[in-house]
Nanobody
Framework: QVQLGESGGGLVQAGGSLRLSCATS????????MGWFRQAPGKEREFVAA????????YYTDSVKGRFTISRDNAKNTVSLQMNNLKPEDTAVYYC????????????????????WGQGTQVTVSS
């Protein structure tokens, strides 16, 4: 069983930065593709970013490209999301998630693809 735990959320003014981290348990973390999703009140959970097992390829939703960076440290079993130039519309609960088997890259943007989820961390951006 894999367990995920997010940290680093908080309240920040527009234009500010936050760095989210996701700590994972399990010895096979390095085999998993990892993703970040977010869910704002009254909205569906949406894809934010994903990274394949090696870290060589990353994917982002258009609204965060150039502002957010996903990275991973397989030695420490962590995945991070550096968020810069935050906007009020980035306000949401952010979740990290893991996929335990190889999948088509296009499926990395679909929440149903992911096998394990964290509890989420709140990010609030004030205007």
């Amino acid at each position: 069983q894999v367990q995920l735990g997010e940290s680093g959320g908080g309240l920040v003014q527009a234009g500010g930065s936050l760095r989210l981290s996701c700590a994972t348990s399990g010895r096979t973390f390095s085999r998993y593709a990892m993703g970040w999703f977010r869910q704002a009140p009254g909205k569906e959970r949406e894809f934010v970013a994903a990274i394949i097992w090696s870290g060589a390829d990353t994917y982002y939703t258009d609204s965060v490209k150039g502002r957010f960076t996903i990275s991973r440290d397989n030695a420490k079993n962590t995945v991070s999301l550096q968020m810069n130039n935050l906007k009020p519309e980035d306000t949401a609960v952010y979740y990290c998630a893991a996929i335990k088997a190889p999948v088509l890259r296009i499926l990395l943007q679909t929440s149903r693809t992911y096998d394990y989820w964290g509890q989420g961390t709140q990010v609030t951006v004030s205007s």
